[in-house]
């Protein structure tokens, strides 16, 4: 190649390209200065390759080689892990002030001034016990007591089922962007060809989904390059792989098994619950024998009794009732030690491998605290998670526990205590599962049977003129001789047969429920009771339900508020007027502290309002910490940011300088174009 005014054409002309092409960029960027999504662009500009000739060696002028994007994908993958903690605190934040407002004791009545003035009404009934204003009164209040346990628990499980509505459409955004996302990687291995090509608009594309995919769970990204683009949780399950990806799905209730080799056996259970069970053999057995723990934060704590010593559960075919989910294995097993069970008792998240394999991923939080790190664990759709199951979970089970634990506190003194009238007939409001089965036994299905103790109950019959009997006991055994009642030993069954034993009563069980009657002629009214049965079958009681949702009054209470305990059955089988001592003990139970326990918190021991006071306070507690850490990530995700926008955003000044120095740097190629063409004129016009 020679150097004439051929090549200084051709140098003018690329240099023409060249600034019109860098002209054409700067145009684009400043036309998509406001385009969300959009990546400031440049020409890079190289120079063509030299010649040998003398005196030296001479330039070939500009070549435009590629249009590069500015872009940090260091900082995009930090933004992208603190936008996806960011989005999971702010959908905690905004769901949890709505709790907040609902436990917000300032604005009016709410239950802890009702709780307050249900104790001040049976005060009040113990210095007028036969008043039936004063009767009236309490009945009235101990409903609006209940009712607002019930309305409470209606908004909790309101914000739950909502809850099922955003993540399902969350969920459903997920996969559409893991669709595009894939696509975008076929269309990118198409038009991308590296030093050559760039596919700039398709990575904005790809990079704005991908934010948007970080706001909705957690991810990693890997660019190999050519559309070879991956993403993954960050506890490692594909989503995308190049032009692949990986569904996700909500759905449930479910359950799974790991067995060792040679292990068989199939769990199956009942109800539904915002916890997920993990069950663990731990005592091996063939058909019988083994015993299983269970874990309610995937393993990493157990339950436990009263002495703080991890509860053992019978293999069984029989349903167990366990944290209100019943459970029951098939007629036949062969289980081996570390064996393991997890039932999902509610909607879940699973991600799939392929059709026939998923995982579950639905976020968890231990009872410590910490996150389950093998589940997902950012953006909106693990805040919608941990609200449903972890924060309404543990606030629905602390209201469930309220409830429970004042309808038995309650029933206790209730059931030891006489109205103004005897019973011609009782049915109680408490069934069992099986009729058969020890009444402390998981099996038998009676809520309160734990609480069940040995001893015997004291029933006073009453003849048509109304004086008392001998007091009669429940006898469980062969007479003569007397044998106390033994939870862990005697049925419904056997309890119904002892009531039958008495003079002047007969009883039978209807619906898996006792009923008393008695005889014609006589009426009956109950004395002492060492064992709590009555309170646990629901006789002579006030309150009935077992959690919140079905926390309520004894409507044999309710419609006659004679029944109203306020007295007792004297030594001598005598019901007076006058008499408070029930009344003063129900009044008096606003100031003993008793026995409460969770699954998250194990065993206390606190007043009733003590109980609801730290509830109200755990939803205040964690509506801060919410906002704290959104605040927190928000400030550390728009940092990062704006450090991307510094690379990658469009700045008009910078940009109209750039303008009109290629602008310059085009005339000035038009000039050397003119020139070389004088030239050549001239040396056409030589002779």
Excluded: C
């Excluded at 479910?254 to 080799?261: E, H, N, Q, R, V």
């Excluded at 097993?333 to 999902?344: A, E, P, Q, R, Y």
Aim: a negative charge; charged letters at 20%; zero cysteines.
């Amino acid at each position: 190649m020679t150097v004439g005014v051929n090549s200084l054409l051709n140098t003018g002309k690329g240099a023409l390209l060249a600034f019109q092409s860098a002209l054409h960029v700067t145009g684009e960027n400043i036309a998509n200065v406001n385009t969300p999504g959009y990546s400031r662009r440049s020409v890079r500009l190289e120079e063509n390759p030299s010649i040998d000739f003398r005196p030296g060696q001479i330039g070939m002028g500009v070549n435009a080689r590629e249009v590069i994007r500015h872009y940090d994908y260091f900082i995009e993958r930090q933004y992208l892990e603190k936008s996806s903690t960011m989005n999971r605190w702010d959908a905690l934040h905004t769901n949890l002030r709505n709790v907040e407002m609902l436990f917000n004791e300032s604005i009016g009545d709410g239950l802890n001034n009702v709780m307050a003035k249900f104790w001040a009404d049976w005060q009040n009934l113990s210095l007028r016990p036969d008043d039936m204003a004063s009767r009236s009164q309490l009945m009235s209040t101990a409903q609006n007591l209940t009712q607002i346990v019930n309305q409470v628990d209606r908004d909790l499980s309101h914000f739950q089922r909502q809850m099922d509505d955003f993540i399902r459409q969350d969920v459903d955004r997920a996969n559409e962007l893991l669709r595009d996302i894939a696509e975008i990687n076929r269309r990118i291995a198409v038009h991308d060809i590296p030093g050559q090509n760039n596919a700039n608009a398709l990575l904005d594309k790809r990079d704005t989904l991908t934010r948007e995919l970080a706001g909705l769970l957690d991810i990693q990204t890997q660019d190999k390059g050519n559309g070879e683009f991956f993403i993954m949780t960050t506890a490692g399950h594909t989503l995308v792989d190049g032009r692949e990806y990986f569904k996700l799905n909500f759905e449930g209730p479910g359950s799974s098994a790991s067995l060792a080799p040679g292990s068989s056996g199939a769990i199956h259970f009942s109800g539904s619950s915002e916890r997920e069970f993990f069950v663990e053999v731990v005592d091996p057995g063939v058909n019988t024998d083994a015993t299983f723990r269970v874990s309610l934060d995937g393993g990493v704590t157990w339950l436990r009794d009263d002495a703080g010593q991890i509860r053992k559960f019978d293999v069984s075919t029989t349903p167990q009732t366990i944290e209100g989910l019943d459970i029951w294995f098939d007629p036949t097993w062969n289980l081996s030690k570390g064996d393991s069970f997890t039932i999902v008792p509610k909607s879940g998240l699973y991600w799939y491998e392929n059709t026939s394999s998923k995982m579950n991923i639905t976020p968890q939080i231990h009872f410590n605290g910490d996150d389950n790190r093998r589940r997902v664990t950012g953006g909106t759709i693990t805040g919608s998670f941990n609200f449903r199951d972890d924060f309404i979970g543990n606030f629905r089970e602390k209201l469930d526990t309220l409830a429970s634990t004042m309808a038995w506190e309650a029933n206790r003194i209730h059931s030891l205590g006489a109205g103004l009238q005897t019973f011609g007939q009782v049915l109680g409001t408490y069934g069992v599962a099986d009729q058969e089965e020890p009444l402390s036994s998981l099996s038998s299905g009676l809520f309160f049977g734990d609480k069940l103790q040995q001893g015997n109950v004291t029933v006073w019959v009453y003849d048509s003129a109304g004086l008392p009997s001998d007091p009669q006991q429940l006898n469980f055994g062969t007479p003569p001789s007397v044998v106390n009642f033994d939870p862990t030993t005697h049925s419904l069954d056997d309890v119904e047969e002892a009531f039958n034993a008495l003079n002047g009563i007969q009883a039978e069980i209807v619906n898996n429920r006792l009923e008393i009657t008695a005889t014609p002629g006589n009426t009956f009214a109950f004395g002492s009771d060492s064992t709590g049965l009555l309170a646990a079958l629901g006789i002579n009681t006030f309150f009935d339900g077992t959690d919140a949702r079905g926390f309520g009054l004894n409507q044999e209470v309710f419609n006659n508020l004679e029944r109203i305990n306020a007295g007792h059955v004297n030594g001598a089988g005598e019901i007076n007027t006058g008499d408070n001592e029930t009344a003063k003990a129900m009044a008096a139970l606003q100031y003993e502290k008793v026995n409460f326990r969770t699954s998250f918190q194990g065993r206390t021991s606190q007043t009733l309002q003590n109980f609801y006071g730290s509830l109200v306070g755990d939803a205040g507690a964690a509506t801060a910490n919410a906002s704290f850490n959104f605040n927190y990530h928000k400030a550390l995700a728009d940092d990062l940011h704006k450090r991307q926008e510094e690379v990658s955003g469009v700045n008009l000044d910078e940009e109209m300088s750039s303008l009109i120095k290629f602008q310059h740097s085009y005339s000035a190629a038009a000039k050397l174009i003119s020139t070389a063409d004088q030239m050549f004129q001239t040396i056409l016009s030589m002779k």
